[in-house]
């Protein structure tokens, strides 16, 4: 005898309450099997694909496209048969790290998942096959049309369709393979808005979009307002002469084993903070205000702000610290690209010590960061420039141009006090003046 198993929306990160359809993959009707892919979520932290922990028949969704559900509120309900084993989703250990050739031999009874860290590829759908009747009635005259395919778009793409109100069925796709991509979806959302050649450009017609706040961006949203009003911010700045540090860079970057990097100035920056972070570990550090205690770290995983499709994300390097320099630039440039292609997962944004921020990418100077919650401290770098220096040395002063930087650096006044916060500005500017401190 068949019964009907629902499967609540688990907790896919630390303690998150909530989550938005992004979109499902299955239907009403449709048989899925253990560790298919049922449907997309965003939650305040990232976009996860749910694997179904059933094998079944799916008799409803609980949920439609871009609602938002509570964690522990039915999500789907499957008909499993009374001997199908099934998968626990809440209470499911993370596997350890399976490559695809090894997922694909593992027996079917071993591939137990960690929820929304399914298996990637091929999503079939098939339609329950109708249950033979006495009296089967005539088929109609005319068969029923097919349901539409659902639109060819990554979990970004959508995000963002969504957050213009766009529908992706109405996209027409220009990426590859019949992907709907970003640009497309822009050039949907200008058409909806932009007038008709003959309107009159009065403000009359050229209307209005709003974007609703959700997931990411309403998450970030109370974290920035709860630490700027609950830590006690301290912003310091300095300008510094980072000649050294360029001329290092080329000479790095013509190494053979650094061939592929990406030998970017901001490899510099991380490096210049993990080293002044042993001088200054105050910095390194939460506060604990249950407990009434600061936490100090005594590891750095260094959070790296990255601006992307959802909003801005802090995905962290675990172990920053003890990574080389070689190794330190791999894992800059990974984070980076899973950032963008919107892979960042609940784990990677977990437990950072210290953040950087890259402000300068922008063109932009400087700026007064907000310290990312439950850190000390959070370090700005602004654009790189070409700008007229006065030079010192055994021949007098003279000004030349020189490759200038500013940084800025917020800390929490809790934790730091005025000294700490500047000798560990003051420990990074004079890395990046002289490299070379770095050997001492």
Request: no cysteine; aromatic share 4%.
């Given at each position: 005898m068949p019964t009907a198993k629902d499967f609540r929306l688990p907790d896919v990160g630390e303690g998150l309450t909530e989550a938005d359809i992004v979109g499902w993959s299955v239907g009403p009707g449709d048989v899925v099997e253990v560790n298919q892919i049922i449907v997309e979520i965003e939650t305040a932290k990232a976009v996860v694909e749910l694997p179904s922990p059933y094998a079944g028949v799916v008799t409803a969704v609980h949920a439609q496209e871009g609602e938002t559900l509570e964690v522990g509120r039915p999500l789907i309900t499957i008909e499993v048969a009374d001997d199908e084993?099934?998968?626990a989703p809440a209470t499911a250990p993370p596997p350890a790290p399976v490559t695809p050739t090894a997922a694909a031999e593992a027996p079917e009874e071993q591939t137990a998942l960690l929820v929304g860290y399914g298996p990637r590829g091929s999503r079939p759908t098939r339609r329950r096959p109708p249950r033979p009747t006495a009296t089967a009635p005539e088929p109609p005259a005319t068969s029923p049309a097919p349901p539409a395919p659902r639109p060819a778009a990554k979990p970004p793409v959508r995000k963002l369709a969504k957050d213009l109100g766009v529908d992706l069925a109405t996209v027409t796709p220009t990426g590859p393979g019949g992907v709907i991509s970003r640009e497309d979806v822009r050039r949907a959302a200008r058409d909806d808005v932009e007038p008709p050649a003959r309107a009159e450009a009065d403000g009359r017609t050229r209307g209005e979009t709003r974007i609703p706040i959700r997931g990411l961006r309403k998450h970030t949203a109370a974290a920035m307002v709860t630490s700027a009003f609950t830590a006690p911010?301290?912003?310091?700045?300095?300008?510094?002469d980072i000649t050294e540090t360029m001329r290092l860079r080329e000479v790095i970057a013509a190494r053979r084993e650094f061939r592929g990097a990406r030998i970017s100035p901001m490899l510099f920056m991380a490096k210049a903070l993990m080293l002044a972070l042993r001088r200054t570990p105050q910095l390194n550090a939460g506060w604990d205000e249950q407990a009434q205690e600061i936490v100090l770290k005594h590891y750095v995983h260094l959070g790296i702000a990255a601006a992307t499709e959802r909003g801005l994300v802090v995905p962290n390097i675990k172990d920053a610290d003890l990574l080389s320099l070689r190794d330190l630039a791999g894992a800059i440039a990974s984070l980076a690209t899973t950032a963008r292609e919107g892979r960042t997962t609940p784990q990677d944004m977990a437990g950072g010590t210290i953040t950087?921020?890259?402000?300068?990418?922008?063109?932009v100077d400087t700026g007064t960061p907000i310290i990312n919650p439950g850190e000390a401290a959070i370090l700005a770098v602004g654009a790189v420039r070409r700008m007229p220096w006065?030079?010192?040395?055994?021949?007098?002063?003279?000004?030349?141009?020189?490759?200038?930087?500013?940084?800025?650096?917020?800390?929490?006044?809790r934790i730091a006090d005025g000294q700490q916060g500047s000798q560990l500005l003051a420990d990074i500017a004079a890395v990046l003046r002289e490299p070379g401190l770095a050997l001492l």
């Amino acid at each position: 005898m068949p019964t009907a198993k629902d499967f609540r929306l688990p907790d896919v990160g630390e303690g998150l309450t909530e989550a938005d359809i992004v979109g499902w993959s299955v239907g009403p009707g449709d048989v899925v099997e253990v560790n298919q892919i049922i449907v997309e979520i965003e939650t305040a932290k990232a976009v996860v694909e749910l694997p179904s922990p059933y094998a079944g028949v799916v008799t409803a969704v609980h949920a439609q496209e871009g609602e938002t559900l509570e964690v522990g509120r039915p999500l789907i309900t499957i008909e499993v048969a009374d001997d199908e084993p099934a998968v626990a989703p809440a209470t499911a250990p993370p596997p350890a790290p399976v490559t695809p050739t090894a997922a694909a031999e593992a027996p079917e009874e071993q591939t137990a998942l960690l929820v929304g860290y399914g298996p990637r590829g091929s999503r079939p759908t098939r339609r329950r096959p109708p249950r033979p009747t006495a009296t089967a009635p005539e088929p109609p005259a005319t068969s029923p049309a097919p349901p539409a395919p659902r639109p060819a778009a990554k979990p970004p793409v959508r995000k963002l369709a969504k957050d213009l109100g766009v529908d992706l069925a109405t996209v027409t796709p220009t990426g590859p393979g019949g992907v709907i991509s970003r640009e497309d979806v822009r050039r949907a959302a200008r058409d909806d808005v932009e007038p008709p050649a003959r309107a009159e450009a009065d403000g009359r017609t050229r209307g209005e979009t709003r974007i609703p706040i959700r997931g990411l961006r309403k998450h970030t949203a109370a974290a920035m307002v709860t630490s700027a009003f609950t830590a006690p911010h301290v912003t310091e700045f300095i300008t510094v002469d980072i000649t050294e540090t360029m001329r290092l860079r080329e000479v790095i970057a013509a190494r053979r084993e650094f061939r592929g990097a990406r030998i970017s100035p901001m490899l510099f920056m991380a490096k210049a903070l993990m080293l002044a972070l042993r001088r200054t570990p105050q910095l390194n550090a939460g506060w604990d205000e249950q407990a009434q205690e600061i936490v100090l770290k005594h590891y750095v995983h260094l959070g790296i702000a990255a601006a992307t499709e959802r909003g801005l994300v802090v995905p962290n390097i675990k172990d920053a610290d003890l990574l080389s320099l070689r190794d330190l630039a791999g894992a800059i440039a990974s984070l980076a690209t899973t950032a963008r292609e919107g892979r960042t997962t609940p784990q990677d944004m977990a437990g950072g010590t210290i953040t950087l921020t890259n402000v300068g990418v922008f063109g932009v100077d400087t700026g007064t960061p907000i310290i990312n919650p439950g850190e000390a401290a959070i370090l700005a770098v602004g654009a790189v420039r070409r700008m007229p220096w006065v030079v010192e040395d055994h021949a007098g002063e003279r000004v030349e141009p020189r490759w200038t930087t500013q940084l800025a650096l917020s800390f929490d006044h809790r934790i730091a006090d005025g000294q700490q916060g500047s000798q560990l500005l003051a420990d990074i500017a004079a890395v990046l003046r002289e490299p070379g401190l770095a050997l001492l």
